[in-house]
Nanobody, 129 residues
Framework: VQLQASGGGLVQAGGSLRLSCSFS????????MGWFRQSPGKESEFVAAVTWNGGRTYYANSIRGRFTISRDNSKRMVYLQLNNLKPEDTAVYSC???????????????????????WGQGTLVTVSS
């Protein structure tokens, strides 16, 4: 398994969770990584991304200020801290690794599904009202 997401669960509105994504390939350290989510009956949507060295982060407007993405290449981990959760955040969250190394682009670039080459199995986040 190259990517594995974990940390989802059931939480009340206003609560917090921290999602983790482990990657097994050392070469992934050279690629941006992102989180997308998909709610029932909806298309997958971009949540957040981080550049290969963690130097820049990008967020969807819907979660800006509530979620924080980070990475620790020494541990081969990417994290997504979810704070002040809302029922509309309920979704399966998946992590992906970029298709091109050493990128430094716009939020539109990192929000595009086709700029990711590998995906891990998602983790379910359920927020109750």
């Amino acid at each position: 398994v190259q990517l594995q997401a974990s940390g989802g669960g059931l939480v009340q509105a206003g609560g917090s969770l921290r999602l983790s994504c482990s990657f097994s390939e050392r070469t992934f350290e050279n690629y941006h990584m992102g989180w997308f989510r998909q709610s029932p009956g909806k298309e997958s949507e971009f949540v957040a991304a981080v550049t290969w060295n963690g130097g820049r982060t990008y967020y969807a407007n819907s979660i800006r200020g509530r979620f924080t993405i980070s990475r620790d290449n020494s541990k081969r981990m990417v994290y997504l801290q979810l704070n002040n959760l809302k029922p509309e955040d309920t979704a399966v969250y998946s992590c992906g690794v970029g298709s091109v190394p050493y990128t430094s682009g716009s939020v539109e670039y990192y929000a595009a599904w086709h700029n990711y080459a590998n995906w891990g199995q998602g983790t379910l986040v359920t927020v109750s009202s």
